[in-house]
């Protein structure tokens, strides 16, 4: 029977300022964090879930309980005759344990 890979282990390794690019600062954001403590973020494409969770704690000094990710699709736009597209991206919300807090600003 053959060995199975270990899908948390990869050979890439991101800087945690490497896999958090930006939070995700809206209005629906801000009611997500006040009412169920989840923050929403601009992550690397690469980066996984393991990654993500120890980025936020990390960069953050929180306690992470769950990590969700979403890949969003590039949206085509157009600019007079042209049309164009604006790039994929990978969106991460983050649970955090009840006692932490992330303050944006």
């Known amino acids: 029977m053959p060995k199975q890979k270990d899908r948390t282990q990869t050979k890439l390794k991101l800087e945690p300022y490497q896999v958090v690019l930006r939070p995700i600062v809206t209005e ?26 120890e980025a936020v704690e990390h960069l953050f000094d ?12 590039g949206k085509t736009r157009r600019m007079r005759h042209v049309t ?19 303050n944006y600003f």
């Open 28 to 53: 629906k954001g801000f009611h997500f964090a006040e009412k169920n403590n989840v923050y929403s973020f601009e992550v690397n494409p690469l980066a996984n879930k393991g990654m993500i969770r």
């Open 62 to 73: 929180v306690k992470v309980l769950e990590v969700k990710v979403q890949n969003r699709q």
């Open 84 to 102: 164009g597209k604006l790039k994929s991206w990978k969106k991460a919300m983050v649970k955090l344990h009840p006692d932490s807090r992330i």
